[in-house]
């Protein structure tokens, strides 16, 4: 309900095109006001139809669908719209554009990653970077929201040495997508510097989110591996994979 009211807010401040969306979205809002709506009503004439990627995620987990390609396009659908698509350097901006540079670990439908449903994304461009920590924000919050376990209270971690999160949160897809962004980003960056430190900010959003170390490891180390990975982005996650069992390895150490 929050979702919506939000949405029919935004709607109702977009221009004229919009108008019949806004009246859409105003029904709902109602009728989610009046009565109880069943999960199949919310997911496909709510979430689904109106683009709530991370209220789509959320039924997905209540309900305990498995459904790996879906959780995939449902979380690149929501990673994608906080990144703007717009760049100054030309080739960037046509990667970002594109199919190709979304299609993450688990994606079945390579030709469509993600779903767009037309509404406008983030202002600015890509190297200027200001969306970097709002989408770390997003993804550790929804993270945490998705991430228990079914017998867990929600936004409890499984135990870090725990090799999987739960069908709702495809861990190796968002971590493969955060970090091809991540070394993306620091590549377009006018100070880069090929030999620094690696952009740590991806590691940090999923521990924050609640990842198991393990798991989170296991999924930059696959990311790391990849055909597709750029040598700086496997470099990248290479480094990344090492800080997480750093901090484990630390964590340990403080508690023994």
């Known amino acids: 309900l929050h979702d919506a009211r939000r949405a029919a807010a935004d709607a109702g401040g977009a221009p004229t095109p919009a108008t019949a969306r806004a009246d859409d979205l105003e029904r709902v809002r109602t009728t989610l006001e009046t009565r109880l709506v069943g999960v199949s009503e919310l997911y496909n004439d709510v979430a689904s139809r109106y683009g709530m990627w991370d209220l789509c ?3 997905l987990k209540v309900c305990g669908h498995d459904d790996e390609p879906l959780a995939v396009k449902l979380w ?7 990144v703007p698509l717009d760049a100054r350097d030309a080739a960037l901006r046509r990667d970002l554009g594109g199919s190709p540079f979304w299609v993450a670990p688990g994606c079945t439908d390579a030709a469509e990653p993600f779903w ?4 406008p994304g983030v202002a600015g461009v890509f190297e200027d970077g200001s969306w970097r920590r ?3 924000d997003a993804v550790a919050t929804l993270g945490r929201e998705l991430g ?15 090799p999987w999160t739960g069908p709702a949160f495809p861990l190796r897809a968002v971590a493969a997508l955060l970090q091809r962004l991540a070394t993306r980003a620091a590549a377009a960056d006018a ?3 090929a030999e620094g430190a690696a952009p740590g900010w991806v590691a940090d959003a999923l521990l924050d ?5 393990l798991a989170l490891y296991l999924a930059l180390a696959a990311a790391a591996a990849a055909p597709s ?3 700086l982005e496997r470099l990248h996650a290479v480094a990344n994979a090492a800080s997480v069992l750093d901090r484990w390895a630390r964590a340990a150490a403080d508690d023994s």
């Open 57 to 59: 995620l959320a039924t």
């Open 76 to 82: 690149t659908s929501f990673v994608r719209r906080l």
């Open 116 to 119: 767009d449903d037309g509404r």
């Open 134 to 136: 709002p989408l770390r």
């Open 148 to 162: 228990a376990d079914d017998l867990g209270a929600p936004g409890q971690p499984r135990g870090d040495d725990a």
């Open 191 to 193: 100070d880069f510097d």
């Open 209 to 213: 989110a609640g990842a198991p170390r």
């Open 229 to 231: 990975a750029s040598p």
